[in-house]
């Protein structure tokens, strides 16, 4: 029986043809709270099946000009240490062709710095949407805890946009103030409109390689309650389509890659719904950015019988 997976239920270009990867990494080594996050990329890519192919927001039927690929999931081995099998991924990542969106779908944020050591070679911008700062440097004696990403992305060189954030510890707190490289934006404070609006235009002015995590958490619970480590308070759908359409708003952007995680699926298939929509949204923006609407609609949606 085939194991294959696929977006929106569309054919699996090769990865030669394809515009769009999508990678699903099922871990979950060091969950804190509520675990399942080893079953959200396949929960994701089955219920994306109940989307339309058509993107309202920017107005146009991506896979109609994109081939997407959905690769085979890079899973857990039990026989490799925390450090190795980061190791793996990173080497599976960096093998994979760099002109491409590649869209990982967690599975933990510990994911994270391996993903973006991969892909970006050089000191970039990690947009990282999150409820938590995850600015600790090391979280029960790992330093490849989901409580640590951040930590290691400004170790490797990287400024970050941090937004939605609503839990932190003390030494983040004190880390912010030391480190010119971040950018915090509170959760609370994007009550107001004139923070809000701060970010956004944070958000537009982002120069260079750019790289998008994204931890489902960042949401109301009300939208997304299938998370690991919920926390009241949170965005809403609309807010995060802003953030998108700041981010997305020059064009031809070096965009390096993409991560969704934290995601737990739960009864009601809300936060996997939720989830797919927004790997949906962020490839129709990429592909308006890129100029992909004026290119032969020669895309996956056009292989296929659907009316």
């Known amino acids: 029986m085939s194991t294959s997976r696929h977006f929106l ?5 090769p990865v030669t043809e394809a515009e769009v990867l999508i990678l699903p990494v099922p871990l979950e080594r060091i969950v804190s709270f509520k675990p399942g996050t080893s079953a959200a990329p396949t929960a994701i890519l089955e219920t994306s099946a109940q989307l339309e192919f058509y993107e309202e927001d920017a107005g146009w039927s991506p896979f109609k000009h ?12 039990g026989s490799l240490s925390d450090k190795e099998w ?12 760099k002109d491409k969106l590649l869209i990982t779908l967690g599975g933990e944020h510990s994911l994270t710095p391996s993903l973006v050591a991969a892909r970006m070679e050089t000191a970039g911008t990690i947009l990282y949407l999150d409820a938590h700062a995850g600015m600790r440097r090391s979280d029960k004696g790992s330093h490849f805890s989901h409580a640590c990403p951040a930590t290691r992305l ?3 060189g990287h400024s970050l946009v941090l937004a939605g954030i609503r839990s932190v510890f003390e030494e983040e707190v004190e880390l912010v103030a030391q480190e010119p490289r971040i950018s915090l934006f509170m959760d609370w404070d994007l009550r107001g409109k004139g923070q809000w609006e701060a970010l956004l235009q944070r958000i537009r002015s982002i120069q260079g390689p ?10 109301s619970p009300a939208l997304v309650p299938g998370v690991c480590t919920p926390q009241p308070g949170g965005f809403f759908w609309y807010q995060m389509i802003e953030v998108l359409e700041a981010l997305f708003a020059k064009r031809s952007i070096e965009l390096l890659g993409v991560d969704i995680v934290g995601m737990v699926p739960e009864p009601s298939r ?9 790997v949906h949204k962020i ?6 950015a890129n100029s992909f609407h004026r290119k032969p609609q020669a895309g996956s949606q056009m292989q296929i019988s659907y009316e």
Do not use: C
């Not at 994109?66 to 081995?77: A, R």
């Not at 980061?86 to 062709?97: C, E, G, I």
């Open 9 to 13: 239920s569309l054919p699996n270009a």
């Open 66 to 77: 994109l081939k997407v690929s959905v690769l085979p999931e890079f899973g857990d081995d």
């Open 86 to 97: 980061h190791s793996s991924l990173a080497d599976r990542v960096a093998a994979l062709p």
């Open 154 to 156: 400004l170790e490797q």
């Open 210 to 219: 750019v790289y998008l995590s994204i931890d489902m958490d960042v949401f």
């Open 270 to 278: 809300i936060s996997e719904m939720a989830t797919a929509k927004l």
């Open 283 to 288: 490839i129709s923006f990429w592909g308006l």
